[in-house]
């Protein structure tokens, strides 16, 4: 009974997630699906970060120094702190900012700022708590990165690792991104309480990797690869897959290595080139990860704000994560400069206008934060229907559960989806009876689907 009870409970769930929603202020299409977008909260000045916290609520940054608290099902916008040490000018001000990947127990948020020393334009890396209403006791982790009034970066990010990744900018200094004395135009890579990590490329260095520009947006795949947006000058936008110890070429490259005196200085010093590039520039900033079932034309692909084109990009990456093998561009001039985005475990893409940053054209209301999410009914409603096809044994699955189906399905791939739409982890069908691992899986419903050589088919099952 107790089980049964509790495939029921897990039922209505989903169906409680799925069906919650907003009035929706437009309806537009990605490819063939409908979305509904709405604007949650507004009149915001300049939002530089946003996350998804793992309090189900939305986080971020205003440039002048604010950080705050969304409710993304209410729009109450709760100002936490507004930090007084913050100095705003031109591209300068308050920028990324982090929580901790263990928030519940370690209620840590890492924030990076520009300050002035003298008559210096600085930048600090600092780490507050979050005692539950506001910040407190605030550390500098790492103090004095070269800032100025352009290309500060700064996105920061926690990796699979545990480790801290940061995007320092060039500072409008030429020789700081090859200069491994110089913590400008770089990616860094840090511990949590602000040491350096034993293994990191160059010992005693924060230095992950160096070449770099202004790079303002970061972002993890599932895989564990770390993709970076790069401003390029008049020419070469960039998208870069980042890894350690490598060199992106800056100032001496622009783009691919496809200049006599780039191929030599790509050759001589370990220089990956970018996945891809744009000229003209587009102003690339914030990027995030799409692993959803609810929009099939953004899955498996990064999406990435952008603001001089007022877009946002769609990449679609290869199975192996290095290459890009489809681009799209969507909302174009929608609502002007696009500075940051996020997405919720159940598949709503946020956008963080970025209109009064000095640049843009505002109008009334912003800047503000626009919600996009399917129209109409998503998620399981309208994914797949149960067809017998598939058996898994037991179910609710124990640790020896086993998957069996036909003949014809061998050769395909399959996806496990969580209920609320989020693709959890795929793989390929190579025999009719395997073994299905569930042991990362959390309590609740899930769909194993199988698609590729023939018509998709999927079954349901629990973990309790």
């Known amino acids: 009974m107790k089980t049964l009870q509790t495939f029921v409970s897990y039922i209505i769930l989903s169906f409680l997630v799925i069906g919650c929603s907003k009035k929706s202020e437009s309806q537009l299409y990605i490819g063939s699906t409908a979305i509904d977008t709405n604007t949650i909260?507004?009149?915001?000045?300049?939002?530089?970060?946003?996350?998804?916290?793992?309090?189900?609520?939305?986080?971020?940054?205003?440039?002048?120094?604010?950080?705050?608290?969304?409710?993304?099902?209410?729009?109450?916008?709760?100002?936490?702190?507004?930090?007084?040490?913050?100095?705003?000018?031109?591209?300068?001000?308050?920028?990324?900012?982090a929580l901790h990947p263990d928030f519940d127990t370690e209620p840590y948020i890492y924030l990076v700022y520009n300050f002035l020393s003298g008559e210096f334009i600085k930048e600090r890396?600092?780490?507050?708590?979050?005692?539950?209403?506001?910040?407190?006791?605030?550390?500098?982790?790492?103090?004095?990165?070269?800032?100025?009034?352009?290309?500060?970066?700064?996105?920061?990010?926690?990796?699979?690792?545990?480790?801290?990744?940061m995007s320092t900018g060039d500072?409008?200094?030429?020789?700081?991104?090859?200069?491994?004395?110089?913590?400008?135009?770089?990616?860094?890579?840090?511990?949590?309480?602000?040491?350096?990590?034993?293994?990191?490329?160059?010992?005693?260095?924060?230095?992950?990797?160096?070449?770099?520009r202004n790079s303002q947006g970061l972002v993890?795949?599932?895989?564990?690869?770390?993709?970076?947006?790069?401003?390029?000058?008049?020419?070469?936008?960039?998208?870069?897959?980042?890894?350690?110890g490598r060199n992106y070429g800056w100032p001496d490259v622009a783009g691919f290595c496809n200049l006599p005196a780039e191929i030599t200085f790509?050759?001589?010093?370990?220089?990956?080139?970018?996945?891809?590039?744009?000229?003209?520039?587009?102003?690339?900033?914030?990027?995030?990860?799409?692993?959803?079932?609810?929009?099939?034309?953004?899955?498996?692909?990064?999406?990435?704000?952008t603001l001089k084109a007022g877009k946002l990009v769609s990449l679609r990456l290869s199975s192996d994560g290095l290459s890009v093998t489809e681009q799209a561009d969507w909302f174009t001039g929608e609502w002007g400069r696009l500075r940051d985005i996020c997405i919720s475990p159940d598949g709503r893409v946020f956008l963080a206008v970025s209109n009064?940053?000095?640049?843009?054209?505002?109008?009334?209301?912003?800047?503000?934060?626009?919600?996009?999410?399917?129209?109409?009914?998503?998620?399981?409603?309208?994914?797949?229907?149960?067809?017998?096809?598939?058996?898994?044994?037991?179910?609710?699955?124990?640790?020896?559960?086993?998957?069996?189906?036909?003949?014809?399905?061998v050769g395909s791939g399959f996806t496990i989806i969580s209920h609320t739409g989020q693709i959890i982890s795929a793989g390929k069908i190579s025999q009719t009876q395997f073994m299905l691992d569930t042991g990362n899986l959390k309590p609740g419903y899930y769909i194993f689907q199988v698609s590729g050589q023939v018509e998709p088919v999927s079954e349901p099952f629990i973990v309790l």
């Open 41 to 97: 909260v507004s009149n915001l000045d300049t939002p530089w970060e946003i996350l998804w916290g793992p309090d189900n609520y939305i986080w971020f940054t205003e440039r002048a120094g604010r950080i705050n608290r969304l409710n993304p099902e209410t729009g109450e916008n709760q100002l936490i702190v507004a930090i007084p040490e913050v100095y705003e000018f031109g591209e300068a001000g308050l920028l990324g900012m």
């Open 356 to 409: 009064r940053d000095g640049r843009g054209t505002p109008v009334a209301g912003d800047d503000r934060i626009i919600e996009i999410k399917v129209a109409g009914p998503t998620g399981l409603s309208v994914q797949h229907k149960k067809s017998g096809i598939i058996k898994i044994i037991p179910n609710p699955v124990s640790p020896e559960t086993k998957v069996v189906i036909n003949e014809e399905y």
């Open 171 to 212: 500072a409008g200094n030429l020789n700081s991104p090859q200069n491994m004395n110089s913590l400008a135009g770089k990616i860094l890579r840090i511990n949590p309480d602000g040491s350096i990590p034993e293994d990191n490329p160059n010992p005693g260095s924060y230095i992950w990797a160096l070449g770099l």
């Open 125 to 165: 890396l600092v780490r507050y708590i979050w005692n539950g209403s506001t910040l407190e006791q605030p550390v500098i982790l790492i103090n004095n990165i070269p800032g100025n009034s352009y290309h500060d970066g700064s996105r920061i990010l926690f990796g699979p690792d545990g480790k801290l990744y």
């Open 220 to 244: 993890f795949s599932p895989e564990g690869r770390l993709y970076g947006s790069e401003h390029g000058p008049s020419n070469d936008d960039e998208l870069n897959l980042l890894e350690s």
């Open 266 to 305: 790509c050759d001589l010093n370990n220089v990956r080139e970018p996945l891809t590039a744009w000229t003209p520039t587009l102003a690339v900033a914030g990027i995030d990860f799409y692993n959803h079932m609810d929009i099939p034309e953004w899955q498996n692909s990064i999406l990435m704000t």
